[in-house]
T-cell receptor
Framework: DVKVTQSSRYLVKRTGEKVFLECVQD?????MFWYRQDPGLGLRLIYF???????EKGDIPEGYSVSREKKERFSLILESASTNQTSMYLC??????????????FGPGTRLTVT | GQQVMQIPQYQHVQEGEDFTTYCNSS?????IQWYKQRPGGHPVFLIQ?????EVKKQKRLTFQFGEAKKNSSLHITATQTTDVGTYFC???????????FGTGTRLKVLA
């Protein structure tokens, strides 16, 4: 059974703080993703990684960076947290279904509040 | 850029009524996926459709992929309280690996 874990379920940080969100998957998946989820906006892709040390920007990368030093771990970094980054953050890894399609497995999410 | 929209955003139904959510993409999709997120939970993969006009069923859930491969629907027959949650569709984004998720439809079932 695929397991994706995230370091915290709830996090409260102050404006300007550097924030690290950690994600670990145990199924040797190549691809990992960070999304944020906001009401009415669905899931929006921040960054993704298709291999160790490789990363690509998603649709809303501004204000975020990522790190993937090991295959199983993908970190999301908020260099200087702002109140508009208050959101639910979801990590996912993906399994190939063949023919260029992938099933995504999500972690439980981290609800981040920036005050 | 590529967009995937879903309607309605919210739907409240009485238990036993049917429910349908619609997904529309601004571009043609090679496949479409559906996910369910229970309240307080995380999205879980339900199914993938690949062929034009494809219809798949999972018990009371019927999934359809449009002929032009730009739209899809999820229909639930005789809803139950266990169907409560948010349903997302997702289609492949530009490039590889990534998916664009729809805005989601939040279903509430009243007992």
């Amino acid at each position: 059974d695929v397991k994706v874990t995230q370091s915290s379920r709830y996090l409260v940080k102050r404006t300007g703080e550097k924030v690290f969100l950690e994600c670990v998957q145990d199924m040797d998946h190549e691809n990992m993703f960070w999304y944020r989820q906001d009401p009415g906006l669905g899931l929006r892709l921040i960054y993704f990684s298709y291999d160790v040390k490789m990363k690509e920007k998603g649709d809303i990368p501004e204000g975020y960076s990522v790190s993937r030093e090991k295959k199983e771990r993908f970190s999301l970094i908020l260099e200087s947290a702002s109140t508009n980054q208050t959101s639910m953050y979801l990590c996912a890894s993906s399994l190939s279904l063949g023919q260029g399609s992938y099933e995504q497995y999500f972690g439980p999410g981290t609800r981040l509040t920036v005050t | 850029g590529q967009q995937v929209m879903q309607i309605p955003q919210y739907q409240h139904v009485q238990e036993g009524e049917d429910f349908t959510t619609y997904c529309n993409s601004s571009t043609t999709l090679s496949n479409i996926q559906w996910y369910k997120q229970r309240p307080g939970g995380h999205p879980v993969f339900l199914i993938q459709l690949v062929k034009s006009g494809e219809v798949k069923k999972q018990k009371r859930l019927t999934f359809q992929f449009g002929e032009a491969k730009k739209n899809s629907s999820l229909h639930i027959t005789a809803t139950q309280t266990t169907d409560v949650g948010t349903y997302f569709c997702a289609g492949p984004g530009s490039g590889t690996y990534k998916y664009i998720f729809g805005t989601g439809t939040r279903l509430k079932v009243l007992a």
